[in-house]
């Protein structure tokens, strides 16, 4: 099954803006997230990765590569690169605000941009996702304008866009103080362009379904008096109006998770839903066969269930 799954991620990656028949299938992918101590954080990744490993997924999302009090060091991150490549599944990364919004330097001055460029030059060297199968997907960077956004990828499996947008859950990196958002801004520029894209090709090749995946969960007001921008407010307007736009569903998976996983659930308003992805394995189905469209699978190990037969 893997292997047609691949076929149909080639096919749909190299095919041209003409209408072609899209081929709806039903299968399972799953989204692995960091530990918030680093402590536990290179076992329990391994152990996600054997979970999924033993798995019959279409593909893996790394929502985050290191725990938030990891060092933001290149051993942390060579270290996490190598053992997310040793995935049986294609595995796509998606930056949290752990591996560079919150990083800072020896003598406490932030560091989020060189990290994040940093990592760009790591983790997003070519068109196609890490781990043993290499699924294709087609970067923000191929556009001219935007080249400097690898980390924002997009790929098209059994009637569903699959899409990573980097977010981070610290009010998408605004930062309070004057003259210093020159980022912020210049991402928020691509994020929008790279969002639009996602709805139009969405819309063009008629699939039914949008699954993003990012860090922060865009739909969420802040709260707290001392609050004087609203970082995600027009991400949230614009996901809001392409989406009721848009005649399928669409599914924010990130990684603002307040519950267990054993306690999470997709919450809906109109077609669009979200999740945040606790640490650990979060399993979700496609299902075109029997409604709903996205459903969560399981949160218990592979490995646990097979004892169980």
């Known amino acids: 099954m893997r292997k047609m799954l691949l076929l149909l991620l080639s096919c749909v990656a190299l095919a041209q803006p003409a209408a072609f028949a899209v081929e709806r299938e039903d299968f399972s992918f ?20 054997e979970d999924t490993d033993a798995d019959n997924l279409a593909f893996v999302v790394a929502n985050g590569i290191k725990a938030a009090d990891e060092p933001c060091t290149d051993r942390i991150y060579l270290q996490r690169k190598s053992l997310l490549q040793s995935a049986k599944n294609g595995l796509v990364v998606s930056l949290a605000a752990s591996d560079w919004a919150d990083c800072r330097s020896e003598n406490g001055k932030p560091s989020a941009i060189g990290k994040l460029n940093r990592l760009r030059d790591l983790f997003f060297g070519d068109e196609f996702s890490i781990g043993a199968s ?46 210093r958002n020159g980022e912020f801004e210049d991402r928020l520029v691509a994020d929008r362009d790279w969002l639009q894209r996602i709805f139009m090709h969405a819309k063009q090749d008629r699939l039914d379904g949008i699954v993003l ?17 609203d970082g995600f407010l027009e991400i949230r307007r614009q996901i809001g109006s392409l989406a009721a736009k848009y005649h399928g569903e669409v599914l924010i ?21 979200e999740i945040g992805a606790a640490p650990g394995v979060l399993k979700l189905a496609v299902s075109h066969s029997r409604p709903p469209l996205f459903s969560i699978v399981t949160t218990e190990p592979a490995q646990a269930r097979n004892t169980h037969h």
């Open 30 to 49: 799953a989204v692995i997230s960091p530990p918030w101590k680093g402590a536990t954080a290179e076992t329990a990744q391994h152990a996600a990765i």
């Open 134 to 179: 290499r699924i294709p997907v087609i970067r923000q960077s191929t556009t001219a304008q935007f080249r400097g956004f690898p980390e924002n990828a997009r790929w098209a499996i059994g009637g569903v866009m699959f899409a990573t947008v980097n977010l981070p859950r610290n009010n998408n990196h605004y930062v309070f103080d004057a003259g």
């Open 213 to 229: 995946f990012c860090d922060g969960n865009p739909l969420a007001r802040p709260d707290g008096p001392g609050r004087k921008r």
């Open 253 to 273: 998976v990130h990684g603002a998770a307040t519950a267990s996983l054993a306690s999470l659930r997709i919450n809906w308003r109109d077609n669009i839903g």
